[in-house]
Every structure is written in structure tokens, then in C-alpha cells.
């Protein structure tokens, strides 16, 4: 796999794009050690300090559309996968696309898809940010409450490279798996919701819900069952613990 490096860049995910305006299609890997545009998911800002893992990893695996959206799943199981491998702590899913680790985030998940021509030619861009080795006072004040990184949670630092080969990897397995059964990446996705059976707010335009959480479906939408019990299938919007 190709792999391009930068020190400080925009935001990896639209220098991927950029590769594929300009005809790339191989995959590719882009690596960046601080953004300044860092993208995160309905337009937010994703804060990229020094020290945190920052790449987009670009791929064209030729998956059926209905499959695209478990890909940022299938990511953020590989993300817990490898965080649990070196913590002594779990570490969940909030749908669809954040990390956390002792009720923090500590890594978001930022997947977008390029179609060229036809469906066959649609290349998938993931965007994976996590904290590792900073510190949380790196962040923006506002912040402070709601992240962690690795080295908060261990005290130590780790070897940013060896990290993110195996990460990567466990991405590049997951996404094939995907073709053969997603079944079973939904079910450890499903053992890592960290929003299953607590009380949650869903918010769209126009529209809020308050409910419980109740996992994911085979689509990849989120269930929440509303205090009136009705049950309620979300595919877009915000949801966030109650
Ligand atoms: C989120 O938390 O809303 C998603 C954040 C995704 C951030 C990663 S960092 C690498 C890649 N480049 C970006 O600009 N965004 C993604």
C-alpha cells in the first residue's frame, strides 16, 4: 500500500479526495502528525493536536451500496479492537461513528464515499482520528470535559507507527469481511454500544427524541424505543446519552 506522509496538513480526508479528483485509485494511505482543517462528522471541527493518530485510508472495494454505511461500523469496530488491545480498560461505541473510553472521547470516525461513473467505481475514504500520546489541556478548553487519550488513561506513551500498521490492518480485515459476513462484525460492533439500554436524546431538524437505546439493525441504523414505546429507526442526525 502506498502510504504519503505530512507533518502538519488540512485535513487528510480532503487530500484523499483530491487523489481521487486527480485519478489515484490505488490504496492509499495518508498519514498526518497534527491537522489544522481536521473534518469531523455533520460539519464539525475535529481538534488534531500533535501526538493523536490522524489518517484517511483510501480504498475502492467494490461493495454493494447497501454496504457502505456499516463500513464507518466496521472501522469503529476495529478501532475498539485495537484500543482494547492495549488498554486495561473497555472501550465502546457510540453510534454511528465515536469511540469511548471511561465515558470519553478518546477517537471519532469520519467515512465518505466517491462515486465515479458507475456504482462499480465508488471509492471509500475512512477517516479515523484518535488521541494517543497528547494530552488533554492540548485540546481547546471547551473540550476538556468530554475527550481522553491513551496516555490519560495509561500514563504512557506508545509507538505511534506499530499502532497504527495494526490498526489499519484490522480495518483492511473488517472491510472484506464485510463482503462475506456482516453479520458477525455487527455483533461485536452490537457488544461495544455504549448506548444500549440507556436513556438517550436523538436529535434531527425539526425533530427530538427522547427514548432508550436499543443496538443496531442489519441496515446499520440505530433502534430507540421512545417513552411512549414506540420504536424508532435513525439513519441520520445526532444522538447522544440522555
Ligand atoms: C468525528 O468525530 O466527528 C469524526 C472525526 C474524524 C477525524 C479524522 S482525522 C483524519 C481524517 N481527516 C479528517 O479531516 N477527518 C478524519
Keep these: 500500500m502506498k502510504i504519503i506522509r505530512f507533518e502538519n496538513t488540512s485535513s487528510t480526508n480532503t487530500l484523499a479526495r483530491e487523489l481521487i479528483d486527480r485519478g489515484v485509485c490505488e490504496s492509499t494511505l495518508l498519514v498526518a502528525k497534527s491537522q489544522e482543517g481536521g473534518k469531523g462528522q455533520l460539519g464539525r471541527v475535529f481538534s488534531s493536536p500533535e501526538g493523536g493518530l490522524y489518517f ?13 454505511p456499516l463500513v464507518t461500523l466496521v ?39 466517491v462515486i465515479r461513473g458507475n456504482a462499480e467505481n465508488t471509492y471509500i475514504i475512512i477517516g479515523v482520528g ?30 505511534l507507527d506499530a499502532f497504527l500498521e495494526e490498526l489499519v490492518t484490522r480495518i483492511i480485515a473488517n472491510v472484506r469481511e464485510l463482503h462475506i459476513n456482516p453479520d458477525v462484525l455487527l455483533d461485536q460492533w ?6 444500549f439500554r ?42 447522544r446519552l440522555g
Design 75 to 113: 472501522t469503529g469496530v476495529a478501532c475498539v479492537q485495537q484500543l482494547e488491545s492495549i488498554l486495561d480498560k473497555p472501550a465502546f461505541l457510540k453510534w454511528p461513528n465515536d469511540v469511548y473510553v471511561q465515558g470519553k472521547k478518546i477517537s471519532g470516525i469520519l467515512c465518505e464515499s
Design 56 to 68: 484517511s485510508l483510501l480504498l475502492s472495494p467494490k461493495l454493494k451500496p447497501a454496504l457502505l
Design 130 to 159: 484518535m488521541n494517543i500520546n497528547n494530552v488533554v489541556t492540548d485540546f481547546p478548553s471547551e473540550l476538556h470535559p468530554i475527550v481522553t487519550t491513551v496516555k490519560e488513561v495509561t500514563n504512557q506513551e506508545i509507538e
Design 198 to 239: 440507556k436513556e438517550v436524546v436523538y436529535t434531527a431538524t425539526n425533530l427530538t427524541i427522547r427514548g432508550v437505546g436499543q443496538g443496531i439493525s442489519s441496515d446499520g441504523s440505530y433502534q430507540i424505543v421512545d417513552l411512549e414505546g414506540k420504536q424508532h429507526s435513525i439513519v441520520g442526525g445526532q444522538l
Design 190 to 195: 452490537q457488544n461495544h454500544d455504549y448506548l
